[in-house]
């Protein structure tokens, strides 16, 4: 009798384009994989992201990409690892842009600034829970790491191993489909809000 190791088992699953392997993948991987991403954070704030990020990633690699991945383990701990390092770098560049702004936006007159943030926050949430709940494709995958996770065309790159000319085509792709989920949820609603 043959026993397929969970590798085969989670890439048998994701051949047949059946989501338990998604569930089989965070059974398996999810704790230790959120334990490296928090390491390396010093926080667990965006840890449960990334490890979706990279099981993403690895989806998309297999199915879309047709890649072969040798070891399923080891390909999610170094996305994992990879993508914290990168979300740690970003995150030290979002706070020097965030001083630059209050300084820029009346840094001197709290009504003024409280005024601008506000409106600069609910519009920036708008649009990342407008990303967040666009079907799962590798636009929108762009988009996410793009404007949500804040990462060049060339870190992007270089993480889905496509040229930064492809990231800038998807990047395209993902906001016009943005756009579209946008226009249909302000017909819908009247307001983006």
């Not at 928090?38 to 993403?56: E, P």
């Not at 979002?94 to 001083?99: A, P």
């Amino acid at each position: 009798m043959f026993v397929m190791s969970i590798d085969e088992k989670v890439k048998d699953l994701i051949h047949k384009d059946q989501e338990s392997a998604l569930v089989m993948i965070m059974d398996e991987y999810g704790m230790s994989l959120k334990r490296l991403a928090t390491s390396i954070l010093k926080s667990s704030m965006y840890a449960d992201d990334i490890v979706l990020t990279a099981i993403q990633n690895l989806w998309l690699s297999i199915v879309v990409d047709k890649k072969e991945i040798k070891n399923i383990e080891a390909y999610l701990f170094k996305s994992v690892s990879n993508l914290a390092k990168i979300l740690q770098k970003t995150s030290k560049n979002r706070i020097k842009r965030e001083k630059i702004f209050f300084l820029q936006n009346g840094g001197d007159k709290p009504e003024i600034l409280l005024e601008a943030v506000l409106v600069k926050k609910n519009l920036l949430t708008f649009i990342v829970n407008q990303i967040k709940n666009l079907p799962l494709t590798q636009e929108t995958l762009v988009l996410r790491l793009a404007y949500i996770d804040e990462l060049s065309n060339q870190e992007i790159s270089q993480l889905l191993k496509v040229s930064e000319g492809n990231v800038k085509i998807l990047k395209h792709r993902g906001k016009i489909e943005l756009l579209k989920a946008i226009q249909k949820k302000i017909k819908k609603n009247g307001d983006f809000l």
